[in-house]
């Protein structure tokens, strides 16, 4: 027993022991990439099912992420995929960010100062 531990039994500071592959499963671990460094910005792919959901996308265009977004389950309600749809253009427009409609399901948004190209090229 180290001089440390004698000093944590003392204070009633023991440290139990940990369990590694318990800690990595953990919530707090989740959004951690131990491989590599941390990026100024992320692609996320999130789905949504309500409005209530807008918030999120918004608030993850603020932190300069980039959002590949599944319309899914919003394609069953086509009023609440408009408003939907609706709300994040005028929120991109607002803050000079983009979207794009990659096909019936799907949508990608960027974050300010990051543009799509939606013309095809010829070949």
Known sequence: MGVFDKLGQAFGTQQKEMNIEEY??????EDVDVLHEPADMYVKP????????????????DKKN????SID???KRPTTRNNVVAALKAYVAKT???I???DDSRLLLTPAKVKIIKRKRSK
């Open 24 to 29: 990595m499963n953990s919530a707090e671990m």
């Open 46 to 61: 999130v789905s949504i099912n309500s409005e209530d959901e807008v918030k999120f996308i918004t608030d993850e265009l």
């Open 66 to 69: 980039i959002i590949l977004l």
């Open 73 to 75: 389950e919003l394609s």
């Open 96 to 98: 000079n960010g983009d």
């Open 100 to 102: 794009a409609m990659i």
